[in-house]
């Protein structure tokens, strides 16, 4: 069974071990083949080299997608393509047309198909939001079938009138992650991972934690992503442009708990990666964080925006070291849910293609 991924995600090489382990489970369920950004000399991966112009390279690449696509149809010859958003899936579904093959096209729907230019990148994206939307409605409706990822994104799908032919999470590799937990650290210490832009709402938790030092003055932020947004910056706040998965779990046991206070968030993989490690969380009730947070369980969640919510949230759990204990012994309970191996993944990937390309065109 041959696969196409269809993405923009940009790959550097060597591989490190997180994706390594990822395509060798691939490897063993499927004939596969990687879009995306980057330079490689592995003909398994057909990427496109970033465009020259920063700026427009996400254009450039978009509009270029169709006709890369179309070629490697024809060249590849996949029984099915997997397409890792709903634009990307109208633009796939252009290119199938253009090649006049008649390759299956899988939807692969990871959170709020509005998401990536009203809360993503500068605010000239904006200009975008009309033929985002109508792209993303083609894919939605025209996708031979669809894969989320959490009840919430299979909520978003069922309210647009389809029905997912699969629900798994997003591939994580937890190995890193597993094993005894650190106890608690002496300094209270929040812990921030993602990319720094208006949907994971850096802005919020910066505006809260003046009112978190307020209250527990020997509390610390480490922030940890980089994006369209400048780091935050005042007193006990730290900041690391980028960190390995293994020191994304150092991170983790250097801190008290993890805050993420998305605007939008399809699922949300730090959350599981916090939970491996003990660690409760803070974070928005919105999208697909309370299909896993559960408040005053294994964390506490505040209303999206909520500056003061945010700030009292976060001192509580920082200032009160009982009840970062109990949450974090519950958030790793919780973990066994969600873990799954790169063999699992891959299986369940298998089954959703098999499952699609025996539909009737």
Known sequence: ????????????????????????ALSAELDWRQMGTGRSTDDRFALAPPFPIRRIDGLAFYLALPLRVGRELR??????????????????????????????VIADVHGDWATPTRLYGSRARRLLDPLADALARIGLRRADGIRTISGYTSGLVRVAGREPNAEFPAYMDLEPFLGPTAPLPETPTALFVG?????????????????????????????????????PVGEGITWSRSLSTAEVAAALDEATLLVLPSRSEGMGRVLVEAFCRGRGVVGSDVGGIPDLVHDGENGLLVEPGDVAALADAL????????????LGQE????????????????QRLRDLVERVTRLPA
């Open 1 to 24: 069974m041959k696969l196409l991924v269809v993405g923009r995600t940009r790959f550097t090489f060597p591989l490190d071990e997180t994706l390594e382990r990822r395509f060798a």
């Open 331 to 346: 958030a790793h309970e919780s973990s066994t849910a969600w873990i799954a191996t790169p063999q699992e993944f891959a």
């Open 195 to 231: 990319v720094l832009e208006r949907y994971k709402a850096i802005d919020v938790l910066a505006s809260a934690w003046p009112a978190v030092r307020e209250r527990v003055p020997e509390a610390r932020l480490h922030v940890v992503g980089s994006g369209s947004l400048a780091a």
């Open 315 to 326: 001192a509580r759990v920082l200032g009160d070291p009982t009840l970062a204990e109990r």
């Open 75 to 104: 060249r590849f010859r996949p029984d099915a393509v997997l397409a890792q958003g709903l634009q990307e899936t109208a633009l796939v579904l252009l290119a199938r047309t253009l090649a006049r093959v008649p390759t299956k």
